[in-house]
């Protein structure tokens, strides 16, 4: 019972703050980023053995992190947006990742639509232009970054294969050769 009613208080504490912060050009992102600083300050109080201060940092560091949540939904920060930037966060690391891998286990690892050269561009030009152009980037990269990855993890399973094959047409042709001999 105290923790709905402390909750409905917080709630209602929030909108009110995001209210305010909502007119200003302050982003939910910005707020995060502040708040996980905070968080780290508190951290390093609390290592130095600086409770209290510690306590108190934490305090600003807790209302950044419930205030980011409520600004991005008083601003309709779009869900999908957010899916789609971690999907080609995620594709961009797999493409350098496979080909380095590829590379470490002896495989060449060259091909695939969205290299880094593209990304880079296409990044840039969103960047650049910004609003609706730059969505359409993010979108873009999430699919054709996976698309590019998964390109490279099947030319090393082709290359790999191939490789595995033709030890076995070898290790063949030994044990034939090995038979017929007298």
């Avoid at 105290?2 to 208080?9: I, L, N, S, V, Y």
């Avoid at 108190?56 to 930037?85: N, P, Q």
């Avoid at 971690?86 to 590829?102: E, I, K, N, P």
């Avoid at 030319?155 to 191939?162: F, I, K, M, P």
């Amino acid at each position: 019972m105290f923790t709905t009613r402390f909750e409905a208080w917080v709630r209602r504490q929030a909108e009110a703050l995001v209210s305010a912060l909502g007119r200003s050009p302050i982003t939910p992102n910005q707020v995060t980023v502040v708040g996980l600083g905070l968080t780290f300050l508190a951290a390093g109080l609390v290592a130095f053995g600086h409770l209290r201060w510690a306590g108190v940092v934490l305090i600003f560091a807790g209302t950044c992190d419930i205030l980011d949540g409520a600004l991005a939904r008083s601003t309709h920060a779009s869900y999908w947006l957010v899916l789609a930037t971690l999907a080609a966060l995620a594709g961009s690391f797999l493409v350098s990742y496979v080909r380095a891998r590829a590379q470490s286990l002896g495989f060449v690892c060259k091909t695939g639509l969205f290299q880094r050269p593209e990304r880079v561009v296409v990044t840039v030009v969103g960047l650049l232009v910004g609003g609706y152009v730059l969505y359409g980037v993010v979108f873009l990269l999430a699919i054709v970054t996976n698309i590019t990855a998964l390109q490279r993890i099947r030319e090393v399973w082709l290359q790999g294969r191939a490789q595995r094959l033709e030890r076995e047409r070898e290790t063949k042709a030994r044990r034939a050769a090995t038979n017929q001999a007298p």
